[in-house]
């Protein structure tokens, strides 16, 4: 082999793992590897090789094909077996250069091939090139895991509303179609509420957009208080509006749970000064209760509850309207169907 200092070689030492039964060429290769600083590791067997990989776990492997007893194929074969999930370059090293083998090569599990007598130079390319794949691997690896964190952040971001921390918009969605489902194969009442703070906007006006944003922090505090149960779900449904998804909750049940929201927002007392319904902040809410039927959609849920929602502003806000019931958490008796 050359004595040439070669320029291109992996800057880190490596351990390198020879494995050759004859030995003029094993210690020819050893030496050669030594002299540019790796760290070699030598077996005249497939047995010995593998117990010197599972021992010492090599960067690299240089693998005779033919050998007494256990022949280099076997040997890769349980060098890959030997670390799932790992991977440790193999280059088998062989007289013959026949398709054949470079193919079984390849198959057992081995990246290249090399043809003894191994040129210095051959194998120094080699062995930049084996080292580059090792690397770009390992980058592929850490890449891989920051996808994976990256992904489940992203799936974070696609649910949680950054403002509040409730669910946004979208996770209601889907939380709405689960819930549908599950009411109407178990034949229990859902509830959907809608809310909006009333006159928000005049609270923004006069207090500014950060008092503002504090003060929708402050109404989803409240909401998520109020979610006692596992299944009770808060979510901002967009601006000033908020959604409450209630499971197993019937008409009765809602009215009680809206009336006890409004009297916690009426002890946090947030002052609203601008508001002409109350000195403090206070909410406006559309409930519709249903046992799901195949004919329920959630748009249609969706709508009842917008539609009471506005009744309930129209009737002179600081109450939840029941769509079903035609009647809102200030008054006892029911109204008129329409
Ligand atoms: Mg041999």
Redesign the pocket.
Known sequence: MSSEVHPGSPAAPLTILVV???NASRVALSAELDRCGHRVLEADSADWALELFRRHRPDLVLL????PGHDGYWAAREMRAAEPGGWTPIIFLSQRDQERDIWQAIEAGGDDYLIKPVLGMVLHAKLRAMHRLAQMRERLVLLSDELRSANAQLHELSTVDGLTGLMNRRALDESLHSELELARREQQPLTLMLCDVDHFKRFNDRQGHVEGDACLRQVAQLLRDTCRRPADRAARYGGEEFALLLPRTPRSGAMTYARALMRLVAQRQILHPDSPVAPHITLSGGITTCVPDASTTAEGLLLRADDALYTAKAQGRNRFFSYEMQMDTEEQRPQLPR
């Open positions: 050759d039964d004859q005779d094909v033919e050998m």
